[in-house]
């Protein structure tokens, strides 16, 4: 009879599903794998079956203490729309012309529309870690525990940005999750999923995979997006699995976490610069040594930038020392600094490096509450500021000036319209537009339904262009 060996068996919370909401995604932490590991000292003819028999037992005594801490998250919202019963027109108006019946009554119907999602307990006192999109816009919203006790939640705070959500129940000595630091992460690794996809009757449900990248970003999902890859099986919007899931950092949801719980709100640092990725074209055209950094396209007036004395065509390089590899990671380091911080950037301009100092201001309350992630995904296309480099690009006079149409989602109504990537916007409802900034605060003001008028330039002749949002 063999004796199971006394071992450690740990795990750490490094991430929180994003893209798949139903589920908690947990790093595995087993000595297998460690500098001293189990492979040394298991005889040769039972080392096949004895590692593999451990690791067993570690994923069986993972999930049983991580199972606890998981929650399912259930809303509720009421839709209420109107209803026509005659299908476009009544009896009346058949029988005797439109207007000459009796006067329809606007007739409304109510729906109940019911989500579910997955959350992690993060303290024994109630306080509970779940995605914004999860109990975004919910009239009510219950937790139900692994033992099956409901609790009726209350949102402390919510980051749609970021997608991570607080919420709060009325319960004590519940068992809560170790969230460990998610820097330390390494491509690999294996994970387990924990969570409730598509019914509750599935809830706590278990897979497993491995960290298939990190700090993925330009995913569409999130203003400020770090993601882990994981093709650990877990359900994505769409209600499909590909083997390809997208997580958020511990770090991040528990850097947001803590300013929800202290302050009920976010604060982010704010330079008051458009930045872009250095593609090859870019490279060439600006005769640069390599692809990467954040190029910077626009400075806000009066901004932090503007004050520091950072200029449009400045190559970002370096923040207090470290490299930034690309326009997302020098946007998430900023918005994660602390306003009235002083950071030093390292800049490539006209061919020579230089270091400018900035005082980082508190990101505007219409640039938080907006952002433009958000109004990229409503309007299913982004804008840049029309730069030299951009103009080269896209065959664009340099005198011109505008923003230029960098990417469109070919399902959007501005596709369906007419526009296309490289068209220059240069009004936007009539309003003459020069700026990135300018273009998405417009857009901003906009709400579901809206029409917007643009005026489109394209290969030597212009054109208006209506869409619906």
């Known amino acids: 009879m063999k004796t199971r060996r006394n071992m450690h068996y740990g795990w750490r919370l490094l991430v929180m599903a994003a893209l798949v909401s139903a589920f908690v995604v947990i790093l595995i932490d087993h000595p297998m794998f460690a500098q001293d590991n189990i492979l040394k000292v298991v005889p040769a003819g039972q080392r096949s079956i004895a590692t593999l028999a451990d690791l067993n ?20 919202k009421t839709l209420t729309v109107p209803v026509n019963p005659f299908g476009g027109g009544n009896l009346f108006d058949f029988f005797f012309g439109p207007g000459q019946g009796r006067q329809q009554q606007p007739q409304e119907r109510q729906y109940h529309q019911q989500g579910l999602g997955s959350g992690v307990i993060v ?48 319960a004590k000595d519940l068992p809560r999750i170790a969230i460990g630091n998610s820097d330390s992460l390494r491509v690999g690794e294996m994970v387990m999923a924990v969570g409730s996809p598509m019914s509750e009757e599935l809830a706590y ?56 719980l202290t302050t009920g709100k976010v604060t982010r640092g704010w330079l008051g610069v458009s930045i872009q990725d250095v593609n090859q074209q870019i490279a060439n055209a600006m005769k640069l040594p390599e692809q990467t950094g954040a190029l910077v396209g626009d400075v806000v007036s ?36 602390a306003p009235g911080t002083k950071v030093t ?14 005082m980082l201001g508190e990101m505007p309350a219409e640039m938080a509450a907006a952002g433009s992630g958000g109004i990229q995904k409503d309007l299913g296309f982004s804008v840049q500021t029309l730069t030299p480099a951009l103009a080269d690009q896209y065959g664009i006079d340099k005198k ?25 916007i240069e009004e936007f409802d009539q309003q003459k537009v020069e700026t990135a900034q300018k273009f998405y605060a417009m857009a901003a003001l906009k709400k579901p339904g809206d029409t917007i008028l643009l005026r489109v330039f394209r290969q030597g002749s212009r054109f208006y262009l209506a869409f619906s949002l």
């Open 57 to 76: 037992d570690a994923f069986v005594d993972i999930a049983k203490d991580v199972k606890p801490t998981v929650v399912t998250v259930s809303t509720e």
């Open 123 to 170: 303290a024994s006192d109630g306080v509970i870690l779940t995605n914004n999109h999860v109990v975004d816009g919910a009239d009510s919203i219950y937790v139900r525990t692994f033992e099956g006790r409901k609790y009726l939640a209350k949102v402390v705070g919510t980051d749609p940005k970021t997608d991570i959500a607080v919420l709060r129940i009325d």
């Open 205 to 260: 449900t278990v897979t497993q995979g491995i960290v298939s990248a990190t700090g993925r970003s330009n995913v569409g999902l999130a203003t400020y997006e770090d993601f882990i890859q994981t093709d650990a099986a877990i359900i994505s919007r769409s209600g499909g699995f590909q083997g390809i899931g997208f997580a958020v950092p511990s770090n991040m949801a528990v850097h947001i976490m803590d300013m929800l």
């Open 302 to 337: 009066d901004s932090p930038a503007e004050k520091a004395g950072l200029k449009a065509g400045d190559l970002i390089l370096t923040l207090n020392g470290d490299k930034i590899k690309d326009a997302s990671e020098l946007r998430n380091e900023v918005a994660s600094t």
């Open 345 to 358: 950037f390292g800049i490539l301009r006209d061919g020579k490096n230089m270091t400018i100092e900035v």
């Open 400 to 424: 011109m000036s505008g923003v230029i149409v960098t990417g469109i989602d070919q399902g959007s109504n501005a596709y369906r319209q007419g526009l296309r990537e490289g068209d220059l």
